[in-house]
């Protein structure tokens, strides 16, 4: 059975995420220090809270250089809400912050206005539907499921703006598409909640660790 | 705001480990154990969750903890909670649980600047006003513990207060109509509908998918229903497809 590091950096709960993944099958487990991910086979990086706090957090338990490591010899990473935000290189909440590079671009905040004018809510909170970004097919990634339209649950006030490359997804808010989901190779990036996005929600997991 | 996605919540009232059901908050009646009622509906399709511990905020203790532990287990989706919370370490703890959303009235109509720390501590999205509104001669009124304690506030402006203070959404209970399955108070949901931009959560007497329907035109962004669920009258698909015929969007 697969193990699955899920990093505890003291910011963000556990319990529906390492739930979903036992759901599918996995062995999920909380590592809070690189020792602790020596024999992970993959690494899910939560994260709820602010951009800078989070990367204060991860750096504090050693955790940066080895989530590179990682990275760098193909574990699969994933990286959900401030999680999957953590995977950019750098974040402009609370002035600007250094992420992890993964990913290449930065994460901004959420406008606050349709391009009509009309006021859109920040944070951003509900269902929304996801799609391929532009250039980019779902076919053979995890989301490949998602490509009947299927909804997912976003809590977020800040998006990331990904280099094309790594661009996989896109939502909507309003008439404004805002990044859903990045991926470069074995590093996945979602904004929105997979462990609370029902059975669609689940898919990705076990599709992304399988 | 445009955009606006119609959800459909199941409201799963608790006592201790049983799901409860009363009409206006009286004469509570034990359904079963909440968590087979809460992974029928996951499994129907149902958007979130509910959860209010009934008797918490009287007897001053919290027992939500272990349903929503339970609840965990098998139900991914989202999921607010609420009876007797009063402080921020409260909310962190049901947090902990599963719950990603905490519902407050008592201690929030007695310290309102609980509200902000809440908000403040895990997000507007996490801070939810619970409100219990009765009707009076020219408006209503919104009460604490379960519609039996007066707090002297106009139901509509404690809404607009809740917002400006940094509630992510309102979850307004009629408790006229609580339980009673005869329809919700739609100029209720009107009123407060116009003073808040947030999200308003229409809850109390929804007892047909049409009700769910009229609350939903009086400018609800969700319809919690308890009753019309729990007693057999309706699966989840049918409010949901009900709604969709009447041209709202809702998750498939």
């Known amino acids: 059975m697969k193990r699955v590091a899920v990093i505890d950096y003291g910011m963000s709960n556990l319990l529906s995420v390492t739930r979903a993944l036992e759901t599918c099958g996995f062995a999920p487990y909380a590592a809070d220090s690189s020792a602790a991910l020596s024999d992970a086979d993959a690494i899910v990086l939560l994260g709820v809270g602010a951009f800078g706090d989070g990367m204060r957090a991860l750096t504090e338990r050693g955790l940066v250089p080895s989530l590179r490591e990682h990275a760098a010899a193909g574990a699969r990473i994933l990286g959900i809400c401030l999680g999957m935000q953590m995977l950019f290189e750098y974040s402009e909440e609370g002035g600007r912050s250094e992420g992890l590079g993964l990913f290449s671009g930065g994460v901004t905040r959420l406008p606050d206005a349709d391009a009509d004018g009309a006021p859109l809510r920040v944070p951003h909170v509900g269902w929304a539907p996801v799609r391929a970004a532009d250039g980019r097919g779902l076919e053979g990634t995890a989301l490949a499921h998602l490509s009947v339209g299927a909804e997912m649950y976003f809590v977020h006030s800040f998006a990331a703006a990904p280099g094309a490359p790594d661009a996989l997804a896109v939502a909507l808010r309003g008439s404004i598409p805002f990044c859903a989901a990045a991926q470069r190779g074995n590093v996945l990036g979602c904004q929105f909640h997979p462990e609370k996005s029902g059975p669609a929600g689940l898919e990705i997991l076990r599709s992304f660790f399988a | ?252």
């Not at chain 2, 009707?135 to 402006?157: I, K, P, S």
């Not at chain 2, 009086?218 to 669920?229: R, T």
Request: with cysteine.
């Open chain 2, 1 to 252: 705001m445009s955009g606006r996605k119609i959800r459909l919540i199941a409201r799963l009232d608790v006592k201790d480990e049983n799901l409860v059901k009363g009409i206006q908050y009286e004469g509570l009646r034990k359904l079963g154990k909440p968590n087979d009622f809460a992974v029928r509906y996951y499994a129907g399709g149902i958007d979130e969750l509910v959860y209010l511990d009934t008797v918490a905020s009287l007897y001053g203790r919290n027992n939500l903890g272990d349903v929503l532990r339970q609840c965990a287990q098998n139900v991914f989706i989202p999921i607010t909670a609420g009876g007797g919370l009063r402080s921020t370490d409260d909310v962190r703890e049901l947090l902990r649980c599963g719950a990603d959303k905490a519902a407050i009235n008592t201690a929030a109509v007695r310290d309102p600047a609980l509200i902000t720390r809440v908000a403040d501590a895990f997000g507007s999205q996490c801070m939810v006003l619970s409100i219990q509104a009765k009707r009076t001669a020219n408006g209503w009124e919104a009460y604490c513990d379960n519609g039996r304690e007066h707090t002297g506030l106009d139901a509509v402006e404690w809404a607009a207060e809740g917002e400006r203070r940094g509630a992510g959404e309102i979850l307004l209970t009629s408790v006229d109509c609580e339980g009673l399955r005869r329809g919700m108070d739609a100029a209720l949901i009107e009123a407060v509908r116009a003073r808040v931009t947030i999200p308003v959560i229409a809850a109390g007497g929804a007892g047909s998918a049409a009700d769910v329907v009229r609350a939903t035109r009086a400018g609800a962004d969700a319809v919690a229903v308890g009753s019309l669920l729990h007693y057999g009258g309706a699966d989840v698909p049918a409010p949901k497809q009900t709604l969709r015929d009447d041209g709202w969007e809702v998750r498939r």
